[in-house]
């Protein structure tokens, strides 16, 4: 007869090895994302929220922040940064205002469009440079 009090601690064990021996397909195939954003020609400043939004639905995207030069560096998770390999849509993310009245227009400091979408861009394996214009007209 087996001896339950080694089966929890024997199933753990094999657990742990099957995990750690797995090949990583699950990992996202990524690309290091940076650039600087430009509005109406200058240099953005600090604080611009950008969104990398993969074009396939349902799929986790990243985001930026731009420092006081307007230079960004997209972060995908708190431990990875960069964006998925693949098209992806970058849009502007709305600050963070009280939520919108319906029927009556945003507030926004850059015209609405941009919160859809600046531009779309296609990430490679590596290093990635994109460079966002951007205008308040």
């Not at 990243?62 to 998925?84: F, K, P, W």
């Not at 009556?104 to 015209?111: A, H, I, T, V």
Request: overall charge negative.
């Amino acid at each position: 007869m087996c001896d339950q009090r080694w089966m929890a601690p024997g199933l753990l064990l094999i657990l742990l090895i099957a995990v750690g021996c797995s090949s990583g397909q699950n990992q996202v195939e990524m690309g290091h994302v940076t650039g600087q954003v430009f509005v109406d020609g200058e240099p953005a400043g600090a604080g611009l929220q950008l969104e990398f939004a993969p074009v396939t639905k349902g799929v986790r995207g990243s985001t930026a922040v731009t420092d006081d030069s307007g230079y960004y560096e997209a972060i995908y998770s708190l431990s990875s940064n960069g964006v998925r390999v693949g098209p992806c849509v970058v849009k502007l993310v709305p600050p963070a205002t009280a939520p919108p009245v319906p029927g009556k227009k945003r507030n926004l400091p850059f015209p609405e469009p941009y919160y859809d979408e600046i531009r779309q861009i296609t990430v490679s394996p590596g290093q990635n440079t994109i460079d966002l214009e951007i205008s308040k007209k």
